[in-house]
């Protein structure tokens, strides 16, 4: 399965991965947090056929629903009821600047004030991830931090 991914400058990120039915699916996961999940035509893969907008809520549900990991669950949870506190899940792409290398390079939370809690990495958590902690291409990072804190955060891991 080849996974694309493509910057939408301003928007967020796309991901695109062809299924082994033959059917072309993507996400579309904007920088607020929002996320589309799109089909494709079968034979026009540049048409869309249909778009489901998911809020940050509805986006996690259907995480879980795939076997997204426990730690995650419950760090969701935890913030549910505190005001103006998000809880997100961010992917190292391959492409990220920050693949390959430590968790202190990136200054996060000096940067942007989001306080990273965990890594995912192949289903097993790496909770408190320390600053020599390297990141890996497929990795996911969640993190919590205010709107603003984790956007910016979400801009550090993808453009550097």
């Known amino acids: 399965m080849e996974l694309e991914r493509a910057a939408l400058p301003g928007l ?3 991901y695109t991965l062809g299924t082994a039915e033959g059917q072309r699916i993507g996400v579309v996961a904007h920088l607020g947090g929002r996320r589309d999940l799109v089909s494709y035509d079968p034979v026009d ?3 869309v056929l ?3 907008a998911l809020d940050e809520t509805e986006a996690r549900t259907v995480a879980q ?3 997204l990991p426990i730690v995650v669950d ?3 949870e935890l913030t549910g009821g505190l005001d103006g506190v998000e809880t ?3 992917p190292v792409a391959a492409g990220s600047p920050y693949c390959g290398r430590r968790l202190a390079d990136t200054r996060a939370r000096t940067r942007t004030g989001a306080s990273i809690v965990a890594v995912v990495r ?3 958590a790496f909770p408190s991830p320390t600053p ?3 990141f890996r291409g497929g990795d996911r990072v969640v993190a919590v931090g205010d709107a603003a804190a984790v956007t910016g955060l979400r801009d550090v891991l993808i453009n550097g």
Do not use: C
């Open 12 to 14: 967020g990120l796309s």
């Open 45 to 47: 893969p540049d048409r």
């Open 50 to 52: 249909h778009t489901v």
């Open 65 to 67: 629903l795939l076997d």
């Open 74 to 76: 419950q760090v969701t």
């Open 88 to 90: 997100v899940r961010i």
């Open 122 to 124: 192949d289903g097993h």
């Open 132 to 134: 020599d902690f390297e």
